[in-house]
């Protein structure tokens, strides 16, 4: 069975920058067809929960108090990326717009809720070290990707 890295929010664990969570409905569904392995970056490399919500600007992330958390950004993919290795995940489920595991588009910096282009620092790792890259609004393709591997 293959094994899915998962952001935890999207498993269910409230570990969102609010103290929520970004529960699917497809992790049933997911759950019969991969092993699934949860991660939280932003805790994993040293955030509370909850934190004041962070968006990349330029090379940095920063809260929207102004505080750097690129060290925490960055300690959290690195981790991410051991647990997927260590695990033997090839493929990962990540959330959305997110400075952390954001796949495609996220948030623009400028705290106004507005999207460009890009990736958050883990799936940038991620990807970097050849893991292929989803997040919850591409479930369908992730099903037929793992479909025909």
């Not at 090839?90 to 595991?101: G, I």
């Amino acid at each position: 069975m293959k094994k899915l890295l998962i952001s935890a929010c999207l498993y269910g664990k409230k570990c969102r920058y609010d103290g929520g969570d970004n529960l699917i409905a497809e992790l049933d569904l997911l759950r019969d067809k991969c092993t699934l392995i949860p991660v939280c970056p932003e805790v994993s490399g040293g955030l509370e929960t909850p934190r004041n919500p962070s968006e990349i600007v330029g090379d940095r992330v920063v809260m929207n108090d102004g505080t750097d958390v690129t060290a925490e950004y960055t300690k959290g993919a690195e981790i991410a990326l051991g647990t997927a290795i260590e695990n033997g995940c090839e493929v990962a489920l990540m959330k959305a717009k997110s400075p952390s595991c954001g796949c495609g588009r996220i948030y623009d910096g400028t705290f106004s809720r507005t999207l460009t282009d890009g990736d958050g620092i883990t799936v940038r790792l991620l990807k970097e070290n050849g893991i292929k890259v989803f997040n919850e609004t591409q479930i369908k393709e992730l099903l037929e990707y793992i479909s025909e591997e």
